[in-house]
DNA sequence: GACTTAAATCGTATATTTACGATTAACGAT
DNA sequence: ATCGTTAATCGTAAATATACGATTTAAGTC
C-alpha cells in the first residue's frame, strides 16, 4: 500500500509525548478514507456478513475489487481474516475501533478532553 | 480534491438508515490520512498554532506542500481560515472532531455500543 | 487425479495524491 | 506607487490508489 511519510514534530518548549500516534491515527484514517472500505468495516461490525463472496454480494465493485478493499483494510489492522474450508470468513476488528476512537479523542489536548 | 465513488448498499431485510454517513466518514477520514494532516489537526486544536507560517515553521515541509494539506483539511471540514492582515490564521474546529468521532462510533452498532 | 468453487494476485489503464520550486495575489507599511 | 511579507496557486514529476478482467492459487468434492 506504499508506507506513508513520517512527519515529525520537533518537539516543542512543552514537551509533548513523542508520537509515532500521529503515524498510526494516519495509517487507520487513510485505510478507512474510502466509503467501500466503510461499508465493509460496518457491515463486518454488524456481525452479518463474513465471508468474502457475501460481501462483493453487497457492493456494487468486482471481486478483485473488493479483494483490494479487504486487503488494505486487513493491513491496517481494521479487520482480519481467517480460511474457513475454500473461502475466508473476515471479522472486523472492534479494539481497532476502539484504538481509532482512542487516536482521534488524543488530537484534543487533554484539558479540553475533560470538559466533554 | 477529487470527489470519491459513493457505494451504496442494497439495504437489506433489516432496513438501515440510507447512509450518505459511509460517504461523510470516508471523506473525513481520507483527510485525516496523512502524518502531517493529522499533526496539523493536533497542532491546531492545541491551541498554540494559528499562522500558516507558523505551522510550515514545526514541520518539515515545503510551504507550497503545507498549504496544500490545509486545503484539503478545509475541504474536508476540519480547520477553518480567515483572513488577518497578510497572513491566514487557521483554526482547527472541533466540532469536525466531535462528528468525526460520532461517525466512527456508529460503525458499531447500537446494541454493541451500550456494552461501553 | 479431474473438477468446482472461492479468494488472491497479476497486468493494466486511468485518476489522484504528494511534493517541490516558481510565480502570483493580497495585504501592510513606507 | 513601491517594497517586503505571507499565503495561495501553477506547473510538473513521481508515487499511489482505484477499478476491472484475466489468471492463479487453495481447498473441497467427486
Known sequence: MGTQKSISIPLGPLEREPDGNDD???RMAKALGHPARVAIVRLLLEGGECVCGGIVDRLPLA???VSQHLKVLK???WISGEVDGPR???CARPEALRRFIELA???EPATER???
Chains 1, 2 share one sequence.
Open 63 to 65: 471481486q478483485a475489487t
Open 105 to 107: 479523542r488524543g488530537l
Open 114 to 116: 475533560s470538559k466533554s
Open 88 to 90: 475466508v470468513c473476515y
Open 24 to 26: 498510526e491515527l494516519a
Open 75 to 77: 493491513e491496517a489492522g
